[in-house]
């Protein structure tokens, strides 16, 4: 496929910025791409007149332009994170014929926004738009472990510790011992602490500023599960989850 050569040129100048490089002048422009300065000149005029490329009236220097952050927006604006991630539910819950789930924060719960039933399913207490608690769930978890501080302490404030089967975890510091491993090991696991009989394994999703915006978990029966299903969720899963998060833009530093 022909590539062309001023697009190029204008990408590539595109990428020359960053937070140590916010601003660069023509000179130091033309020494990173190897252009002349009458070219980079020219590239730089297209771009300042469409409003992509900003000037330093004081220092003649250029900076990346607005219309850059505008399009950057609509395009976020416009993503639904549901559609971006139903291929690869789909395909996880194919990999795993378990059902699968894709869960985002909402106060002081969790709440599932998409959900794949599997073959062999015994989960019944799920489904799209019911609420779980963050303490006996996998992907609640999940969503407390990657809160800043003060978003976590808002969180815990009054929190109530429901104990919704044996296994559940009732404890304040129990559940913070538990979430400080889950945001250490990049999993959680919920054995039987929402659903008799269920087994949870959740992981994150981050987006394109770095930031975790929801949790994808694999749910399995404890009658079905055995370390070689164990591993085949942990492998499944952990792949669904970088590529989703590839595609909602996160780039893994």
């Known amino acids: 496929m022909p590539i062309i050569q001023s697009v190029s040129r204008a990408l590539a100048i ?3 910025f960053d937070e140590t490089n916010r601003e660069l002048s023509i000179k130091e422009i033309s020494l990173k791409l190897n252009l002349n300065k009458s070219t980079v000149h020219s590239l730089l005029n297209t771009l300042k007149e469409y409003g992509y490329i900003s000037q ?42 378990q059902t699968v789930h894709l869960v985002t924060l909402l106060g002081k719960e969790a709440i599932y926004i998409d959900k794949i039933t599997g073959t062999s399913s015994l989960v019944i207490y799920s489904r799209v738009g019911k609420r779980v608690p963050l303490h006996s769930s996998g992907v609640g978890k999940v969503l407390a472990a990657f809160l800043n501080e003060a978003q976590l302490n808002s969180v815990i404030d009054g929190y109530v510790f429901e104990k919704r089967t ?10 913070l011992e538990e979430i400080k ?16 009989g269920i087994i949870c394994i959740a992981m994150p999703v981050y987006d394109y500023s770095g930031e975790v915006i929801a949790a994808v978990s694999i749910s399995t029966p404890k009658s079905f599960y055995n370390s070689e299903v164990e591993k085949l969720n942990y492998d499944c899963l952990k792949k669904c989850v970088e590529e989703l998060s590839h595609d909602l833009g996160y780039q893994k530093k």
């Open 14 to 16: 595109f990428e020359l």
């Open 56 to 97: 330093n009236n004081e220092t003649n220097e250029y900076s990346l332009g607005w219309k850059l952050y505008e399009r950057g927006y609509l395009i976020v604006s416009q993503m639904d994170i549901r559609n971006v991630a139903r291929p690869h539910l789909e395909k996880l819950n194919k990999e795993t014929n």
């Open 166 to 175: 044996e296994n559940t975890l009732v404890s304040h510091e129990k559940f």
């Open 181 to 196: 491993a889950v945001k250490k090991n990049g999993y959680a696991i919920d054995y039987e602490e929402n659903e008799p």
